[in-house]
């Protein structure tokens, strides 16, 4: 009888291991590769199409752009940009138009398709970059100083000398460095659809345009979307209590579409066909935000980008922007600081820190004055002020 003590098998090494295949997540590993660095990232979803991918973007010069430049992926990005997407209307909750902004084509915040966009750095990767299926459950500092040990659903484990925290709001890698968590903004949306060939499809979407639209008034809001299929999806907002979505029978999605739509008593009734028209269940979302100005000390091996490191309210538009932007930048100083990750940890988070903390206030006070008193008036004021500047200095 073999009596030989068993041998545990050995634990994998990752030299640079990234926790979530989002947008950030995909351009830190895009932007390595582009420089020869490899590092290996690690889904919960068990496959690249497991779930939809959300709508349209528009992506920033200063942001996205930038990190598409550094990841080598420009011109692809050019060509899957939807021609009249920047278009911009501000419609009064009577229907009157108040503002518009056309597309004509020379805008620095082209719309995409959040899918294509991810397709396009999914296909810029080797294989085995990914690791689906591979949900986090647990994260703990390992030997030597600086490595950590990660623990996935399945049982297995693995060490990496940097771990990247790529995981969104509710980060399995985020307590490793600060006990911050995200809150309740006071901000709920359902989310709807109206299809093409829908019974008005065509007068709404003349109506909202072939970009987006806004309608603000009274603590709540119709912001809209055409989608790369051309479908209208509409967020509808409504500043409530967190567990006013909860009182909403979403199973039912007559019932939860007439409660919804009863809020927009006396608005026009092309807005309202926005709630009663729509298509398929309604999609109920709350919405959270990290406290302004979330930021840790320097802990050896470990890091954060994207909402794991700063999630906002949307309502300053850069969410994704700003996590390309951060998987960019992470990218560009590790590769400056070969050899020492610290130094590029350190150099990128001087860098973070303010960058986030400068938007998160944007956002805030966007949030602020979207649902506050005389909203609709107060953003085309705003909107008003930055064309006066713009003129200015033109």
């Known amino acids: 009888m073999n009596t030989a003590p068993h041998t545990p098998a050995p634990v994998p090494h990752h030299p640079i291991a990234v926790v979530g295949a989002g947008l950030g997540g ?5 932007v390595l590769h582009v420089h020869g660095v490899p590092c290996t990232l690690f889904d919960l979803d068990a496959s690249a199409d497991a779930r939809h991918q959300g709508g349209m973007l528009d992506l920033h010069e200063e942001t996205a752009q930038a990190a598409l430049r550094a990841a080598g992926l420009y011109e692809e990005f050019r060509a899957l940009v939807l021609p009249g997407g920047e278009e911009s209307r501000m419609i009064d909750p009577d229907g009157t138009l108040r503002r518009r902004d056309a597309d004509d084509g020379d805008g620095g915040r082209p719309e995409v398709n959040r899918a294509d966009l991810r397709r396009l750095l999914l296909d810029s990767l080797p294989a085995g970059t990914i690791r689906w299926g591979a949900k986090v459950t647990a994260t703990e500092p390992a030997e030597p100083a600086g490595r950590h040990l990660v623990t996935l659903a399945d049982g297995s484990r693995f ?49 909202i345009g072939g970009g987006s639209s806004f309608t603000l008034g009274d603590g709540k809001g119709l912001l809209t979307h055409r989608e790369g299929d051309g479908r209208i999806h509409t967020y509808v907002a409504v500043r409530a209590p967190e567990e006013w979505l909860s009182t909403l029978d979403f199973t039912d999605p007559d019932a939860a579409r007439a409660e919804v739509l009863a809020l927009f008593d006396g608005w026009d009734e092309r807005l309202r066909a926005l709630i009663a028209d729509a298509a398929g269940p309604l999609t109920p979302r709350l919405i959270h935000a990290l406290p302004i100005g979330t930021r840790w000390e320097r802990v050896p091996g470990v890091t954060l980008l994207g909402d794991a490191a700063h999630l906002m309210s949307p309502f300053a538009g850069e969410g994704a922007n700003l996590a390309m932007f951060d998987g960019a930048e992470l ?18 988070e001087k860098e973070l820190f303010p960058r986030s903390e400068a938007t998160a206030t944007d956002s805030a006070g966007n949030l602020t004055l979207m649902f506050g008193p005389d909203a609709q008036q107060k953003l085309f004021d705003m909107f008003a002020g930055f064309d006066a500047a713009a003129a200015a200095q033109s």
């Open 26 to 30: 995909l351009t830190l590993a895009r």
């Open 331 to 348: 990218a560009r100083a590790i590769v400056e600081h070969p050899g020492d990750p610290e130094a590029a940890l350190t150099a990128y």
């Open 159 to 207: 060490t990496t000398d940097l771990l990247i925290g790529a995981d969104g709001a509710w980060s399995r890698v985020r307590p490793l460095l600060t006990d911050a968590r995200p809150a309740y903004t006071g901000i709920s949306f359902v989310e709807t659809d109206i299809l093409p060939g829908a019974r008005r499809f065509e007068e709404l979407a003349a109506f």
